[in-house]
C-alpha cells in the first residue's frame, strides 16, 4: 500500500470541510440574527414547546401521527410484495387483500369519527 493509494480520501476529506466550515460562515454572516414571531410560534404539536409538561392538550396530534405511520407501514409491505409479486403467487394475493381491507375498514372507522377533521 502506498500514501497515493489513500490521496483521493485526503482530498474528499480535506474539500468537504473546507466547504462545510465555508458554508456554515457563510450562514452564520448572512443568516437572521433573530427569531421572528413566526419562527418562535408553536408548531405541528399546538402549544408552546417550553411550558408546564403537565398541562392538558389535544390528542387529537396523536391520532393523526398513529395514523401516518400505520399508512407508512402499509406502503413499506406494500413494495417488497410488489417486487417479489411474480414469484408469490396467489395465496400472497389473499393475503394482501386482507391487509389492505383491514387497513381500509380501520380508516372508514376512523373518518367515521371525525378523527381526521382538524378545527
Do not use: N, Q
Not at 44 to 71: N, P, Q, S, T
Not at 76 to 98: C, H, K
Amino acid at each position: 500500500m502506498f500514501l497515493s493509494d489513500y490521496l483521493p480520501i485526503l482530498l474528499f476529506l480535506l474539500v468537504s470541510t473546507v466547504l462545510g466550515t465555508m458554508l456554515l460562515a457563510l450562514g452564520g454572516l448572512l443568516g437572521p440574527r433573530r427569531g421572528s414571531a413566526e419562527k418562535l410560534s408553536p408548531y405541528e404539536c399546538g402549544f408552546e414547546a417550553f411550558e408546564d409538561a403537565r398541562m392538558k392538550f389535544d390528542v387529537r396530534y396523536y391520532l393523526v401521527a398513529i395514523l401516518f405511520i400505520i399508512f407508512d407501514l402499509e406502503i413499506a409491505f406494500l413494495f417488497p410484495w410488489a417486487l417479489a409479486f411474480d414469484e408469490i403467487g396467489a395465496p400472497a394475493i389473499v393475503a394482501m387483500a386482507l391487509f389492505l381491507g383491514i387497513l381500509v375498514v380501520g380508516f372508514a372507522y376512523e373518518w367515521k369519527k371525525g378523527a381526521l377533521e382538524w378545527e
